[in-house]
């Protein structure tokens, strides 16, 4: 038995299901999961030595590789001068200055401590400026795990089959309504039907936890043409694509705006942070300067601020960073077409993912269609290989700027070979391998 199963054995324990976030398990994939020591730049290192090129990149943020000298040397300086101060700080104006430079559509921001808080608040925040209750969310698209989001979720939900969550108050779930992901008609529909209840409508605007998902040409212009019909507000979970398909966000990218956004941990390079913002007129309503309650002690934490400037601003002053994820993306997307050309891969810049269905993926039920028993073979020989996928067919495969043109053509090479084993139900490789 390695150290990884070892811990492991003791984790089931006394954590539930051995993991402190379900995608971690590797429950989906049939192995246990890999207890990592330690990274840097594109790779990882478990417990037991091995090493691995890391496509996960801790779900995002670690766009510039793990352990930047940037990043490094501000949470450095930052930690000398205290851990906690639960008052306001210079560093989080700066950050605040910051994403509003950079967002497109946020005046105002206020920094939370993840994904799951800033939907939450943003969601909030929504419903004290329409004074209306109801919210739509996409079936497929993962918005952390409040009550009112858990039902059709993407990411770890979806990969366990979980539609709808336990212990979510029936009161909370009916005033979420589901549409169809790229599919305008059906949100149409719900807002013909409740034409003046909707408070908002959130949506990934790529949708990368049910496995990758690009929005159809006219989808978000259409999404936004709805809201502003019926006075519902916006929002963009900017959480995966913020700061990543460009410096401001999918927003940017796709040229439709929101009127408030939610980020997560690449705002903070790896430090427990989220944020919200978006139209000053309904983030001026939030807590103190308006009704909206929201709070938190730990939120714009210095040494969290410290890592997420350094990174943003590095982000921002280097272009080239996004031009070198594009590289890596097209010949990563590209190469696993050559390579295993009955699949489909779908794909926006430095995220992307592999469906093991011959099908169109353009929603919740099309990516649920994969084989989820051949993902799993895959995963695991890529992994004896030294390749770190999320162990679920429903996440997205992370590029960073440390990866090179090496390393991505290893990943297709192997996919190759994994392909042609697997096609005439040859054993997988070695197990175990140390790269
Ligand atoms: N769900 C996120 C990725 N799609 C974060 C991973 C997690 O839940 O731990």
């Not at 004290?128 to 989001?149: L, N, W």
């Not at 030294?386 to 990866?403: K, N, V």
């Amino acid at each position: 038995m390695g150290k990884s199963e070892e811990l492991f054995a003791r984790a089931l324990e006394r954590i539930p299901g051995g993991v402190n976030s379900p995608v971690r398990a590797f429950g989906s994939v049939g192995l246990t999961p890999r207890f990592i020591q330690r990274a840097d730049r594109q790779r990882i290192y478990d417990v037991d030595g091995r090493s691995y090129v890391d496509y996960v990149g801790s779900w995002g943020p670690m766009i510039l590789g793990h352990n930047h000298p940037a990043v490094l040397e501000a949470v450095e300086r930052a930690v000398k001068d205290g851990l906690s101060f639960g008052a306001a700080t210079q560093q989080e104006v700066e950050m605040a200055e910051l994403i509003c430079s950079m967002a497109p559509s946020v005046e105002m921001v206020r920094m939370v401590n993840s994904g799951t808080e800033a939907v939450m608040s943003a969601i909030r925040a929504a419903r004290g400026y329409t004074g209306r209750d109801q919210v739509i969310k996409f079936a497929g698209c993962y918005h952390g795990h409040s009550d009112g989001m858990l039902v059709k979720a993407g990411s770890g939900v979806m990969t366990a089959g979980i539609p709808d969550s336990a212990g979510v108050p029936a009161a909370c779930a009916q005033d979420t309504l589901t549409a169809t992901y790229n599919d305008l008609e059906s949100v149409e529909r719900l807002f013909i039907e409740h034409p003046n209840s909707i408070a908002a409508l959130v949506v990934e605007p790529l949708a990368a936890n049910m496995g990758v998902v690009p929005p159809k040409e006219g989808f978000l212009p259409g999404l936004r043409s709805l809201c502003d019909q019926y006075g519902a507000v916006l929002i963009f979970d900017e959480v995966i694509t913020g700061f990543r398909l460009a410096p401001g966000g999918a927003q940017e990218r796709y040229g439709v705006l929101a009127d408030l956004t939610t980020f997560g941990k690449i705002i903070g390079a790896g430090m427990p942070v989220g944020a919200y913002g978006g139209r000053g007129e309904i983030m001026r309503l939030i807590s103190p300067s308006g009704p909206v309650y929201q709070a938190g002690t730990l939120s714009g934490n210095p040494v969290a601020m410290a890592a997420g400037l350094a990174q943003l601003r590095w982000l921002k002053s280097h272009p080239e960073v996004y031009t070198h994820l594009e590289q890596l993306g097209d010949r990563l997307w590209k190469g696993l077409r050559r390579a295993a050309p009955e699949n489909v891969v779908t794909e926006e810049g430095s995220l992307g993912c592999m469906f093991f269905s011959g099908d169109p993926v353009v929603d919740y039920t099309s990516a649920k269609r994969s084989d989820t028993a051949r993902f799993a073979r895959y995963f695991k020989f890529l992994l004896e290989q030294g390749i770190y996928l999320a162990p679920s067919q429903f996440e997205a495969i992370f590029l960073s700027d440390a990866h090179t043109e090496a390393d991505i053509d290893y990943f297709i090479q192997e996919v190759s070979l994994w392909e042609e084993q697997d096609q005439n139900g040859a054993p997988l490789g070695c197990l175990n391998k140390t790269v």
